[in-house]
Nanobody, 114 residues
Framework: QVQLVESGGGLVQAGGSLRLSCVAS?????MGWYRQAPGKQRELVASITNGGFTNYKDSVKGRFIITRDNAKNTVYLQMNSLKPEDTAVYYCNARPSILATEVWGQGTQVTVSS
C-alpha cells in the first residue's frame, strides 16, 4: 500500500517558522498539504505537481512555500510568519498518478501561540 509519513509539526510563537516534510513510499504525480482546525472543514493549503506547478490557499500566499524532491519522493511546506489562525492538524496528500485516488498521511499538529 502507498504510505505517506509527515513530520515537522510543533509549537511555535506567532511570527515564527516551521517546515513540514512528507515522505511517500513511491513517486507521486501530485503532492500537497491540507489542514483541519477543530470544528472546521479540511482545506487545501498548498499543492505541487511533479512538474513543479503549485497552488496555494490565498491566506498563505507569500508566507508558505511548497517544494518537492522527486528523487526522495518528498514534499515540503516551509511555513513562515505563522499566525494563530494557522493552528491545525496538517495532512499530507498525494496522488500516485493523474487517474489514481488520493492518499492521506496521518497528520501532524501545528500550534501557533499568540
Amino acid at each position: 500500500q502507498v504510505q505517506l509519513v509527515e513530520s515537522g509539526g510543533g509549537l511555535v510563537q506567532a511570527g515564527g517558522s516551521l517546515r513540514l516534510s512528507c515522505v511517500a513510499s513511491r513517486s507521486m504525480f501530485s503532492m500537497g498539504w491540507y489542514r483541519q482546525a477543530p470544528g472546521k472543514q479540511r482545506e487545501l493549503v498548498a499543492s505541487i505537481t511533479n512538474g513543479g506547478f503549485t497552488n496555494y490557499k490565498d491566506s498563505v500566499k507569500g508566507r508558505f512555500i511548497i517544494t518537492r524532491d522527486n528523487a526522495k519522493n518528498t514534499v515540503y511546506l516551509q511555513m513562515n510568519s505563522l499566525k494563530p489562525e494557522d493552528t491545525a492538524v496538517y495532512y499530507c496528500n498525494a496522488r500516485p498518478s493523474i487517474l489514481a485516488t488520493e492518499v492521506w498521511g496521518q497528520g501532524t499538529q501545528v500550534t501557533v501561540s499568540s
